[in-house]
């Protein structure tokens, strides 16, 4: 089952429509003022206590003070956890003793990228293009991939069915090809589940 991850959530509407639509995991960019999608810690609870509970909170991090994150996760504000810096295989184990699931995203510029991405020793890895910048990479360098992977980088409602078809990610995760002017966009949101669920009949 192709899973769907839907990212950089920040208000409450967005709640709100991940409520009604149900993707199986819902990301917010945390404590990272270069995003505009960026929301501070002490705030968060206000959008996850929110979630249903079925969807997992996902805490997008770029080289955040573990502290930080460890008490995310012990209040229970989020579920998993995502590294989008540059974060250390002795990074990504402190996380993980938090208790929470980690996934760790890549940038894919070269085949050479691919070895830290398949010798991580987080729960999951991400291969995006950069960190919430709508852009593909070049989805040919994935040819020799032999780890299970979730897709990431630019996708939306026009280019994810051929991604699907192409690459056979475990997951994919989309934020900017979710959205209308910066804003998360429901029908968008609705057509990428949809054609996430229809590709894996
Ligand atoms: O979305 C952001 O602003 C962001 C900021 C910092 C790190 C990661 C960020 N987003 C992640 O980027 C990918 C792909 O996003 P897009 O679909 O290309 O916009 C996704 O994993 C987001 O979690």
Not at 174 to 182: D, F, K, L, V
Request: aromatic share 4%.
């Amino acid at each position: 089952m192709i899973r769907i991850k839907i990212c950089g959530l920040r208000r409450l509407e967005d709640i709100a429509i991940a409520n009604r639509c149900h993707p199986n995991y819902a990301g917010f960019i945390v404590d990272f003022p270069k995003s505009f999608r960026s929301v501070e810690p002490a705030a968060l609870h206000t959008l996850t206590d929110r979630l249903d509970p079925a969807i997992p909170a996902v805490g997008v991090f770029v080289d955040e003070d573990p502290a930080v994150i460890e008490q995310l996760v012990r209040t229970n504000t989020i579920q998993m956890v995502q590294l989008h810096g540059h974060e250390t295989p002795a990074m990504i184990r402190t996380v993980q003793s938090f208790g929470a699931p980690v996934i760790k995203a890549f940038v894919i510029r070269s085949e050479a990228d691919l070895q830290p991405a398949i010798d991580s020793p987080a729960d999951a890895i991400l291969l995006d293009a950069g960190q919430g910048s709508g852009r593909t990479f070049d989805w040919s360098l994935l040819k020799q991939m032999d780890r299970p992977f979730i897709l990431a980088g630019g996708l939306n409602p026009d280019n994810l069915s051929e991604a699907i078809q192409t690459l056979r990610p475990a997951a994919v995760d989309i934020s900017s090809g979710a959205e209308t002017n910066q804003i998360k966009d429901e029908q968008k949101i609705k057509q990428c589940i949809a054609l996430c669920r229809k590709e894996q009949l």
